[in-house]
C-alpha cells in the first residue's frame, strides 16, 4: 500500500479592509507578574517596546 501526498503552494495574506491588532502575554520577569497580557494595539511598537 502506497500514498502520494501532494504539495500545494499557499500565502498568507492580510484582508485590507480590517485593521490589524497586536498584543503580547509576558512568561516571565520581574516587574509583571508571569502570564500578564498587554492588551490590545493598533500599532505593533507599542507591544514591542
Same mark, same amino acid.
Given at each position: 500500500?502506497? #500514498?502520494?501526498? #501532494?504539495?500545494?503552494?499557499?500565502?498568507?495574506?492580510?484582508?485590507? $479592509?480590517?485593521?490589524?491588532?497586536? $498584543? $503580547?502575554?509576558?512568561? $516571565? =520577569?520581574?516587574?509583571?507578574?508571569? =502570564?500578564?497580557?498587554? =492588551?490590545?494595539?493598533?500599532? #505593533? =511598537?507599542?507591544?514591542?517596546?
Amino acid at each position: 500500500m502506497s #500514498r502520494v501526498f #501532494r504539495f500545494v503552494p499557499y500565502t498568507i495574506t492580510q484582508d485590507e $479592509a480590517v485593521c490589524p491588532e497586536y $498584543a $503580547a502575554e509576558w512568561v $516571565a =520577569g520581574d516587574e509583571e507578574e508571569c =502570564g500578564a497580557h498587554s =492588551g490590545r494595539f493598533l500599532d #505593533r =511598537g507599542d507591544v514591542e517596546v
